[in-house]
Each structure stands twice: as structure tokens, then as C-alpha cells.
């Protein structure tokens, strides 16, 4: 979770020094979401399926920092050769697109074919409460329910759709949405990756087990900006919400000099990715035949 701390604030400091381009939506106070669930899937055989606030959700997946720095850097050491940028990553079982709603065809498509494999592979595809607006997540509720697909939605509920609050958008009750369908759903407010990955390995292992999907709700604070820096809330209401800090949560569980240890480790690897990263070079334009 430091990791993905510290990635998305060098991501934030490098676009505040004109150094990155084009745009990024990062995780800040959402890291236990992504450390919680991807702990339980297997990358040799599950799937994640991400959308546009993915950085988290691909380091726990790949644990490759590096790949991921370079390519929002542009070049051409990155996940996608400096070409896909913050939003479109693609790497082994790990997909992402920006576009809300797009991911969840993707998703269900992706479920249905490794039903047909048979090697009892998981995927997981990350939705944000925003995503609620569009009418394909309940077109993919429904296929998903009929075909007893082995998918699990995680909808991290930031309470945010960029600018709007959540009451002003989503009505009722969002698990509720999914148990129309037929959909067992759970939810949690927590910020400590301990609860989160309690109840994400059940329902990790209620979908592998059954061969069914599953819905779960994770009601969360982003303490960062939509995007690098268009961000309305009164500061003061985001500093209410630090004691939700997943890091200070689980940092207080740890001994002073294992803490310290983590974060050392986790300076130097993004140093020496940020290094590695400059001294590649750009990606190149794609050739057209």
C-alpha cells in the first residue's frame, strides 16, 4: 500500500513540475481496496479488468512499478510501450480502459471465456460509483446472473463522480442494485486492508467455488483529486477524512523499524524506476502500413 502511496504522489509531483502529459486519476486513500482484493487472485490464472483510477489495482496485480511509471512518462520501456498512457494498460491478465462503463462488457466477455476454459479463473473488474449512471452495468448484471459467470464486481464507492457527490447522483442502495439480478452482493465501509481482505477472500472464494458472480461494495475516500488537480471539495473536509487513512491504519500495526524498512525499500524502487524511466527513450510513432 506504501507503494502505491508514494507512485501516485511522485505521479502527482511530476505533472505539478511539467514533466508528465495528457492527464492520470490516482487512488490516494484507496489503496486498501486494491492490496485487500487482488491479495486473493492468482495473476498466473485471474483476471483484473480496471478502469480509469487503476495504478493501484495494476501494481498489486503485476508488482511492476516500473513498467507503469515509464509508460505514463511515455516511453518506451512502459507497460504498453509508452503508448497506452495512464488509462489503457495491458498486461498479461490485466486490462484497463478510461471509458466508464466500457470495462464491464469487456469483463463479462472475459468471465464467459474462462468459464468455457474450465481452469477455474476468476476476474474481478473494478467500477466506481460513477459508473452507476450507465445502463451497460446493468445490461452486465443481468448476462452475468443468466450465464452464472465466475465474476466478481468491486465497486469502490469514493462517493465522488468527479465533482458530484454521491447522494446527488445514486439512489437507494447500491448492493441492492445487484441483488435484483439475483447477484449475491456485501459491503463494507472500512479503510483497514485487514477487513477488506477478509471480506474479499469469501467473496473471491464464494465465486471460484460456485462458479457464480459476486458483488462487492467497498465504501471508500479518495483524498486526492479527480484527476492531477481539478478538485472542488473544501480542503477542510479532506483532511476530516485522513483518519480513514488506510497507510496510518495499517502502519500503526507494524514495529517502528519494519516500517520504516518498508518505506525505504519502496523510496528506492521508485527511484530507480523514475531513473530507468528517463533514460529511455521516447516512444516512437506506430508505423502504418
Given amino acids: ?30 489503496e486498501a481496496n486494491a492490496v485487500g482484493v487482488i491479495a486473493h ?18 501494481i ?117 442494485r445487484a441483488r435484483a439480478f439475483g447477484i449475491e452482493a456485501a459491503e463494507l465501509d472500512s479503510a483497514d486492508v485487514l477487513d477488506v481482505s477478509e471480506l474479499a477472500g469469501q467473496a473471491v472464494e464464494r465465486v471460484r467455488a460456485r462458479g457464480a458472480p459476486s458483488f462487492l461494495v467497498l465504501h471508500t475516500h479518495r483524498f486526492s483529486p479527480h484527476s492531477k488537480g481539478d478538485d472542488t471539495r473544501d480542503p477542510a473536509e479532506i483532511e476530516r477524512l485522513r483518519v480513514h487513512d488506510p497507510i496510518t491504519i495499517a502502519g500503526g500495526r507494524l514495529d517502528h523499524g519494519v516500517r520504516q524498512g518498508i518505506e525505504a525499500e519502496c523510496e528506492r524502487q521508485l527511484q530507480a524506476a523514475r531513473e530507468a524511466g528517463e533514460a529511455a527513450p521516447a516512444a516512437g510513432a506506430v508505423a502504418v502500413q
Fill in 41 to 58: 487472485l492468482d495473476p498466473q490464472r485471474d483476471v483484473v479488468v480496471s478502469n480509469h483510477r487503476c495504478h493501484g489495482h495494476y
Fill in 1 to 30: 500500500m506504501y507503494l502505491i502511496r508514494r507512485f501516485e504522489e511522485t505521479l502527482l509531483d511530476m505533472f505539478s513540475a511539467g514533466l508528465l502529459v495528457g492527464t492520470t486519476h490516482t487512488c490516494i486513500g484507496q
Fill in 60 to 176: 498489486a496485480f503485476t508488482d511492476d512499478a516500473p513498467g507503469l511509471l515509464a509508460e505514463v512518462m511515455g516511453r518506451e520501456t512502459g507497460t504498453c510501450g509508452g503508448r497506452g498512457g495512464s488509462q489503457h494498460l495491458c498486461r498479461g491478465n490485466f486490462y484497463t480502459n478510461g471509458v466508464q462503463g466500457s470495462i464491464l462488457p469487456l469483463a463479462v466477455g472475459i468471465a464467459l471465456a474462462e468459464r468455457e476454459r474450465g481452469e477455474g479463473a476468476v476476474t474481478a473488474v473494478f467500477l466506481g460509483d460513477g459508473t452507476l449512471g450507465q445502463g451497460t452495468v446493468y445490461e452486465c448484471l443481468n448476462m452475468a446472473s443468466l450465464w452464472s459467470l465466475p465474476l466478481l464486481f468491486v465497486v469502490e464507492n469514493n462517493r465522488y463522480a468527479q465533482s458530484t457527490p454521491a447522494e446527488l447522483a445514486v439512489s437507494g442502495s447500491i448492493a441492492a
